[in-house]
């Protein structure tokens, strides 16, 4: 692991890079900014652009250097040398370890040990961290809010900015009691993390620019010859792969829904106001449409149709194993 | 909720404070500062925070502003130039569609001399697909307007204030724009001006407007007799602006120690006597990429309107520039160049200096090193202007095969 003094040597000429995975409600977006607001020298973070959705993925950047050259840049992070990761059930979702080089640490909120999470991670040069943010999230802030709770892990792995610096920052921001907790938690967390290096002893390599050319123009997606010339989504049409039946939308919610067919008198109510498109129907030999029951890999568990429908044929049930209960309730 | 972006704007700002925000909130905070009458705007992605966060600090009482909520940008925009007609200091705020929404009524406040101030968070039109990415849908359509255009979080705060100034003293509207998301939802670092300073550079100044002690038809029918002059009249009026805009700029600077100008440069007197010419955030990624990159220089365009021709053709005597590679993030599908390359194209004509434009960064696509390498690559062997001016760099023409660019 870099020393601090190491750390503040690299930032004088080049940039650090974080990337933050949460899901949309969990407060990636904030922990990225608190870093930039804790941090003694030039700093910038971006969101994925876009709409954040209740439990979609997201992703946040930050960048860090004493050099304020080098983060007047507005480009994109491709390179993040440290990787947080605030909802284990994205390490199987999305490729939480793209654009990171040899060295670079891996932080996940989680209970799994390291071998368990190194399984499921290709480049075995990288360092990883683990911590039970959910766990002191619950005890000393009663909420499962775990954005600020790792930026305790986070400050221990990259000497980037100190805990009293992230305290200010945090009291700046958030109203009294709350910013009080949060910060015992962030102390916490500081010390209950799980450090894994990785075996070789590889040092983070902030000098090789690991961007993919061109890797912002997407070039394995059809070019202008190929698509419709109109930009037409038709629903046959599999060479523009858009629309929200591209989407795992299943992945979003904390629930799994339950349908009873016995309870269900065909009403049609649940299909009309579902917004994904997630009841299943199928035409029987009457020539009419019938509910057939929920396909898991679009409900994102909004429970628009517990409440619509007349007889209470649809029920929720809360989902098991790890990821499970992802967003807060409001 | 536990997190209160606006909170610094809640109290009075006594000293200057380091802080990091969105560019929407830093803009809705300068416009806090210059104590708006009237804010009155409808939201549209990404310009939406801005608003939100001026209405934040109306509800908390901090701000003695009527916020009006409306129907439309149309009526946004009809409801704000006659408010400003009426003698009250107001802002708007729009994007992409909405700006096109507004456009019959664009012209008004240009037409009547109104001090009218609007932010754009810039963000494609719809066409052939919805977008709410940026693209510089602005540079499109031009009623006159000033427009001042902001790289970060930082020169789009001061903006907000720059353009109460700029408004106010040449009686013209004034919009400031930052590309949508790129600035708009970044985070960055700025620092915030002292109330009292904001007040001393934009005192609240007499000036003609509706008054029912003196009545008069604003925009009557004119016949033939007289609109040609109601024009030149406006056309006169216009010349003067660049210089009130170095004059805002200057006392901006005596105040707050952040200097502005309407054209800004970086190593002009590289070896390749080559620089690039743009506007906006790309300038930011251009001066990092520029620390590896020591053979070419950056034009930066603040002041897009009125645009800066004599300055322009000044700076590019003056430092020998040979080539010039414009970044460009619109297109025409009509003109020989898109419009900002347009204008800068009018300004070289003179000079004979050899250009190219390249259009980039498309409905929200990144402006990367790899773009820069190639178009400082692609106008080393550019020796004449002959053949098609601009091209398409990193847009694909079919998987896995650039659209001009060898792979
Ligand atoms: S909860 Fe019901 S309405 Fe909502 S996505 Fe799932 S099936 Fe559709
Ligand atoms: S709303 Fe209820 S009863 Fe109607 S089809 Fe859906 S599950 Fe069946």
Redesign the pocket.
């Known amino acids: 692991m870099l020393t601090e003094k190491q750390v503040k040597e690299i930032l004088k000429d080049h940039c650090l890079n974080l990337r933050f995975h949460a899901r949309g409600g969990q407060g990636g977006v904030t922990a990225s900014n608190l870093c930039v607001e804790s941090f003694d020298g030039y700093g910038v973070c971006q969101p994925k652009f876009g709409a954040e959705r209740m439990g979609s993925p997201t992703e946040s950047y930050v960048r860090l250097s004493a050099n304020y050259d080098l983060v007047r840049s507005n480009e994109q992070v491709y390179v993040p040398h440290f990787v947080s990761v605030l909802d284990d059930s994205l390490l199987s979702e999305v490729d939480v370890t793209a654009g990171m080089p040899d060295g670079g640490w891996l932080i996940v909120n989680t209970t799994m040990n390291q071998n368990e999470v190194g399984m499921t991670i290709a480049n075995k040069n990288l360092n990883i961290a683990t911590i039970d943010a959910t766990n002191i999230a619950m005890e000393v802030l009663g909420r499962n809010i775990t954005n600020t709770v790792i930026l305790g892990a986070l400050i221990r792995v990259s000497h980037l900015f100190t805990i009293d610096q992230l305290a200010d920052a945090i009291m700046t921001r958030f109203k009294g009691e709350i910013a009080g907790k949060n910060v015992k938690a962030i102390k916490r967390a500081f010390e209950e993390t799980c450090l894994y290096e990785n075996p070789g002893g590889v040092e983070i390599d902030f000098k090789t620019d690991t961007k993919v050319p061109w890797q912002q123009v997407s070039l394995s997606l059809p070019g202008y010859k190929e698509l419709d010339p109109a930009g037409v989504w038709y629903c046959d049409n599999k060479i523009m792969r858009v629309g929200s039946d591209q989407v795992n ?1 299943g992945s979003w ?1 904390e629930w799994n ?1 339950v349908w009873d067919e016995e309870k269900c008198t065909d009403c049609a109510q ?1 299909w009309f ?4 498109f ?2 299943i129907t199928e035409k029987g030999e009457d020539g009419k449409f019938h509910m057939k029951g ?1 396909n898991t890999f ?9 409440e619509i429908c007349p007889v209470n044929a ?1 029920h929720k049930e809360p989902k098991q194993g790890p990821g499970s209960c992802a967003v807060p309730e409001a | 909720m536990s997190i209160e972006p606006m909170k610094l704007f809640f109290k009075e700002i006594k000293k200057p404070i380091k802080t990091a925000m969105i560019g929407n909130y830093a803009v809705a905070g300068g416009i806090t500062q210059t104590d708006p009458d009237v804010i009155c705007a409808f939201p549209i992605t990404p310009q939406t925070q801005s608003v939100e966060g001026l209405s934040d600090v109306v509800y908390q009482g901090r701000l003695k502003a009527a916020f009006v909520n409306v129907e439309s940008e149309l009526a946004a925009m009809s409801y704000a130039t006659a408010a400003c007609a009426s003698g009250a200091r107001t802002f708007t705020a729009t994007a992409s569609q909405g700006y096109l929404l507004m456009a019959e009524a664009l012209p008004m406040a240009v037409g009547w001399r109104l001090p009218l101030t609007m932010m754009i968070s810039a963000r494609a039109f719809n066409a052939p697909n919805l977008s709410i990415w940026n693209s510089w849908e602005y540079v499109l359509i031009d009623f006159g307007w000033n427009c001042i255009v902001s790289e970060n979080v930082q020169e789009t705060y001061d903006a907000a204030i720059l353009s109460v100034m700029i408004s106010e003293d040449s009686l013209f509207p004034t919009m400031f724009v930052h590309d949508g998301f790129i600035i708009s939802h970044s985070v960055q670092q700025l620092t915030l001006i002292p109330d009292e300073t904001v007040r001393k550079l934009t005192p609240k100044k007499m000036r003609p407007t509706i008054d029912p002690e003196y009545p008069g038809t604003w925009g009557g029918i004119v016949t033939p007799d007289f609109f040609t002059e109601g024009r030149l009249g406006l056309d006169v009026a216009k010349k003067p602006v660049l210089g009130i805009i170095d004059d805002a700029f200057k006392r901006f600077k005596d105040a707050t120690g952040r200097e502005y100008n309407t054209i800004e440069t970086y190593n002009l007197e590289n070896s390749s006597k080559t620089a690039f010419i743009t506007m906006g955030s790309m300038c930011g990624n251009i001066i990092s990429w520029m620390t590896k990159n020591k053979d070419v220089g950056l034009i930066k365009i603040r002041t897009y309107r009125p645009f800066p021709y004599d300055e322009l053709q000044q700076i590019v005597q003056e430092n020998d520039i040979e080539k010039l590679i414009i970044l460009e993030k619109s297109d025409s599908l009509n003109n020989l160049l898109p419009p900002f390359a347009m204008s800068t194209a009018t300004a070289l004509y003179p000079l004979g200096t050899l250009f190219r434009c390249f259009i980039v960064g498309l409905g929200g696509r990144d402006v990367t090193r790899d773009e820069l390498d190639i178009a400082k690559k692609k106008m080393k062997h550019v020796m004449d202007m002959k053949g098609q001016l601009y091209t398409y760099l990193g847009a694909r023409e079919s998987a896995n095969k650039l659209h001009e660019v060898e792979l």
Do not use: R
Request: glycine share 4%.
């Open positions: 939308t919610g829904i649940c106001i579902c917004p994904d997630a009841i929920i679009f409900c994102k568990s909004c429970q628009n149709c517990i649809i």
